[in-house]
């Protein structure tokens, strides 16, 4: 397995316009995160799925984004409607079932830059 | 809600010197993990080491080790015998316990910015 991947690494888009990121965690990790992190920033939580489940969302997440997770496997992040604010990198991460792994390591992907013009 | 404070926007470190990286935090909890996250430019996230709350004794592995003060909620790391593949961004981070049954996230700090110099 070679880790969470994230496609794709680099988005440009116009504002205004709607966009999809996916992320792949590693198999047999049944938790996935979505955060954002904006230059200068630290990671910001966006959204946990366990399983297909949507378990929490946080209030950065506004009605222009959504996150999917329909097999349980991989997760899809929309935003509609972009606006530079958007800009930022979207990062996401995988962890096994709570209380498997060491002290619920949340493995990252390489992440999506999102430039919004 | 947690928050976590790294008050050290970026420091800078001769080769095979130390350098400790400091971290505050903020909870009513009582059972919770810290971690500190290592970013390298442009590379993905990794851990560089976890400590629970529980555990009085501080985690260590191999040039990295922390010193844990739950009391002043206090998480430094410390970086032994630095190598220029240390410089990175390094985040510390905060999330509850299954045990506190409270969310799964991390909450991270803004981050300090290390460079280790030849």
């Known amino acids: 397995d070679t880790g969470v991947s994230q496609d794709p690494r680099h988005k440009i888009t116009k504002r205004g316009q709607n966009v999809t990121f996916r992320c792949d965690p590693i198999s047999e990790h049944n938790r996935l995160y979505w955060y954002r992190q904006t230059l200068g920033q630290g990671p910001e939580f966006l959204t946990y799925?366990?399983?297909?489940?949507?378990?929490?969302k946080s209030r950065l997440l506004s009605d222009r984004f959504s996150a999917e997770r329909p097999k349980g496997s991989f997760s899809t992040l929309e935003i509609q409607r972009t606006e530079q604010g958007d800009s930022a990198m979207y990062l996401c991460?995988?962890?096994?079932?709570?209380?498997?792994?060491?002290?619920?390591?949340?493995?990252f992907g390489p992440g999506t830059r999102l430039t919004v013009l | 809600a947690q928050t976590v404070t790294q008050s050290q926007p970026e420091m800078s470190v001769q080769e095979a010197e130390t350098v400790t990286l400091s971290c505050t935090y903020d909870t009513s909890e009582n059972n919770y993990y810290l971690f500190w996250y290592k970013q390298p430019p442009s590379r993905q996230m990794i851990l560089v080491i976890r400590q629970e709350a529980y555990k009085q004794q501080n985690a260590t592995e191999n040039r990295f080790s922390v010193n844990f003060q739950k009391a002043a909620k206090s998480f430094s790391l410390k970086i032994s015998d630095s190598q220029l593949g240390d410089t990175a961004m390094y985040f510390c981070?905060?999330?509850?316990?299954?045990?506190?049954?409270?969310?799964?996230?991390?909450?991270f700090g803004k981050g300090t910015k290390l460079t280790v110099n030849p």
């Open positions: 981070a905060f999330m509850n316990s299954a045990a506190a049954g409270g969310s799964e996230k991390l909450v």
């Open positions: 799925f366990q399983n297909e489940a949507q378990l929490e």
């Open positions: 991460a995988s962890s096994l079932p709570r209380g498997r792994g060491a002290v619920d390591e949340q493995f």
